[in-house]
């Protein structure tokens, strides 16, 4: 099923729209909406520049960083991901300067393998996943929030363990391996396919 957003009219509509704050990193805005039961309302909206997260797997090991997330004053463990707070030309070199800045990775190959939105109830923000293999080590470069980061590799039965019993509960983390997991299956048919066609056209 495909979405049709060209010819569809909002259920939500914006009157107004004034900007509250903002720093390097984040817009917020305040929005007076009117909704298409005819009720008039507000809708604070956190604008964020495009962002990355990069799945860098090898020889069935995956790379996690642990780092303390202030808002939840908890250290957690996902993926690398980040952004680099302006507009995103090319959502590769984002992801590969990601990879380094936070791990050291180089990736000879990255796939796009789709996009997220983050959080869009109350944020815009679009999320790059990038699959990176063929992985060699160089030094990070890491920016002064990442000062306690940590790297870790662990196998993919590691991983998908840490899934599920609740080690893991970034967002981002578990849909980018979602999407990889439905991408891995789709290039393991596609040959069994191709196979099938062969036969049939002999």
């Not at 090898?58 to 997330?69: A, K, T």
Request: charged fraction near 30%; glycine fraction near 6%.
């Amino acid at each position: 099923m495909k979405l049709d957003n060209s010819g569809s009219c909002p259920s939500i509509t914006t009157l107004s729209s004034r900007e509250v704050y903002r720093n390097r990193w984040l817009r917020l805005r305040e929005d007076q909406i009117l909704r298409s039961n005819g009720k008039q309302g507000i809708y604070s909206v956190v604008d964020k520049d495009e962002c990355a997260i990069i799945l860098p797997l090898d020889q069935g090991r995956i790379w996690l960083v642990e780092q303390f997330r202030y808002t939840i004053q908890e250290r957690a463990l996902e993926l690398p991901q980040g952004g680099w707070e302006m507009e995103v030309v090319d959502p590769e070199e984002l992801a590969r300067g990601e990879l380094k800045e936070e791990t050291g990775l180089h990736a000879a190959e990255m796939t796009h393998l789709g996009f997220l939105w983050i959080a869009y109830g109350f944020a815009r923000q679009k999320q790059h996943v990038f699959l990176a293999r063929g992985l060699t080590q160089a030094e990070h470069d890491r920016d002064d929030e990442e000062h306690d980061l940590v790297i870790h590799t662990i196998s993919v039965v590691e991983f998908e363990q840490m899934l599920v019993d609740g080690v893991i509960h970034d967002a981002s983390t578990v849909a980018a391996w979602g999407l990889y997991l439905i991408w891995k299956a789709r290039q393991e048919q596609e040959p069994e396919d191709s196979e099938r066609r062969r036969y049939a056209t002999e």
